[in-house]
Structure formats: C-alpha cells, structure tokens
C-alpha cells in the first residue's frame, strides 16, 4: 500500500538572492558539548587541587587551619575549654592525695565531680589540640571539654548588657592568664612580669565587680555572675598579694580551670 499521501512534502523553491533560508536545520551543537565538558571537568580537576592543598597545609600547619576556619563560623555564643585530666576516683580522698601530687609538679589539681566520680584536671587550654599535645606526654590522661553555651543565658530584658560585658571580660581574663601561664612554663617571661599581667587581669575583674554592684539588673542575675567571676579575681588577688613566684605556675592552671568550671556552671544553671 502506498502511504506517500499521508507524509507532509515540502516541494523544493529555488531561493531567491538575499532571502533568508527557510526549512528547518538541525542545531550543530556537538562542539558546545565537547567545551562543557572540558570546562566541567577543569573545574573539578581545580576543585580537587585545592582541596588537596588545604589538607596539606593544614597538616604542616599542625592542623591549626582547619580549626581556625571551623572556629570563624562556630556560634560567638559558645565557648569551649579543653582540659587535661586524670583518675577516675570513686573517694574524693584519693582524688586529694592525687591532685596534691599534681599540683606539686606544677599542675592545676583541681578536682571536680561528674556521675559520681571524681577527677583531677592538670591544666585547661583554649584549643583541643594544645590539650591533646600535653595529654600525649601524660599517660593514663585524657582530654575533658568543658561547654559554657552563654547563649542560654540571653533573653529580652535589660539584663543582657551586665551578662554581655562580664562574660566578655571573664572570657578575655581566662585566654590572659593561659597565655600567661605558657609563657612563663617556656621561660618566655620572668616571675615578676607575670605576676605583673596577673594584676592587670586582677584589676580588670574588680572594675568587672564593681560595675555589677552598681548596674540595675535582676539581683539573681548580678549574684550569679558574681559567683562566676568570684574564682578567677580571688585566684589573682592571692597571688597579687603574696607576690612570690611559688607555685606560679600550679596556681595560674588552677585559676583558669576553676574559671571555666564557673562559666559552665553559669550557663547551665539558666
């Protein structure tokens, strides 16, 4: 059977001079796909690169690239503090005898309590990887974080800036005197100009104080971050006052940890 007169013929017209070519032309479009490919596949090959180059760095860099990145959008609002400990004492007695010895080799001993044990922390530091170094030269110890969300802390009242400025105050007095502290373990700064820098940290938690005593907030509010603030200012003042350099470091690591406990202890009591 003859299907011809059902397909649509077009019959050939010879085209005129200067008429645009009418019809339909496939679109060559081969090439264009052959490009992207070529530009997808560049693309990728540079990704990769640079990814293989920031592992690389941060591998020569100690790993600090990486944190630092991860750090710059970690929430403002939380704060975390590494510290590294030892034993796990069912008796609080045996944790004493322990952090006696710690802190006569120039440790913090400061003790704490958690699900019923009882351990004792050697030093507290701004960065997991410093605690993780120090913890590596410490057999039988371990890395412990310590989270203070101060965010918990913030609501609509008018007690945020007190709340704002302490915690910033206390915050920036606990990287001092770590800093400190490492200075003065390396022998990068004498006895006198750290007892020096634990004034200055001294000085600005009394204006800290003051400045609650006097500031109209909610009286439970002013009485708890006094409480947080109180470890840290009577750890520096009895150093200011007995002005010696014994046990500098031991008493620096302590205060610190005792510092960052409070501030946990702060957040999680809102």
């Keep these: 059977m003859d299907y011809s007169p059902y397909y649509f013929r077009r019959e050939p017209r010879k085209r005129e001079s200067g008429e645009p070519r009418g019809g339909y032309e496939p679109k060559r479009t081969g090439r264009r796909r052959r490009g992207l490919r070529i530009e997808a596949v560049i693309i990728v090959v540079i990704f990769l690169c640079l990814v293989t180059a920031l592992i690389l760095a941060n591998v020569w860099s100690g790993e600090k690239i990486i944190a630092a990145i991860t750090a710059a959008f970690r929430d403002e609002n939380v704060f975390n503090y590494y510290a590294v400990t030892v034993g796990e004492f069912a008796d609080e007695r045996e944790a004493v005898v322990q952090a006696t010895v710690i802190r006569a080799g120039g440790g913090a001993g400061?003790?704490?309590a958690e699900n019923g044990k009882y351990s004792v922390a050697l030093a507290t530091y701004m960065t997991k990887d410093e605690a993780k170094a120090v913890s590596e030269k410490n057999e039988g110890s371990s890395v412990y974080e310590i989270t203070a969300d101060v965010g918990t802390l913030y609501d609509t009242s008018s007690d945020?800036?007190?709340?704002?400025?302490?915690v910033e105050d206390l915050t920036r007095?606990?990287?001092?005197?770590?800093?400190?502290?490492?200075?003065?373990?390396?022998?990068?700064?004498s006895a006198a100009d750290t007892l020096t820098a634990v004034g200055e940290v001294r000085n600005s938690l009394y204006a800290t104080k003051e400045y609650l005593y006097s500031v109209k907030a909610d009286s439970a509010t002013v009485g708890a971050l006094l409480n947080a603030v109180e470890p840290v200012f009577a750890g520096t003042e009895a150093l200011v006052m007995d002005n010696h350099s014994d046990e500098l470091n031991a008493a620096m690591r302590y205060i610190v940890t005792s510092g960052a406990f409070a501030l946990r202890a702060l957040c999680a009591a809102r």
């Design 160 to 166: 945020d800036a007190a709340i704002h400025r302490t």
């Design 173 to 189: 007095a606990l990287a001092t005197l770590e800093a400190r502290c490492a200075e003065y373990a390396a022998n990068e700064a």
């Design 110 to 112: 400061y003790i704490f």
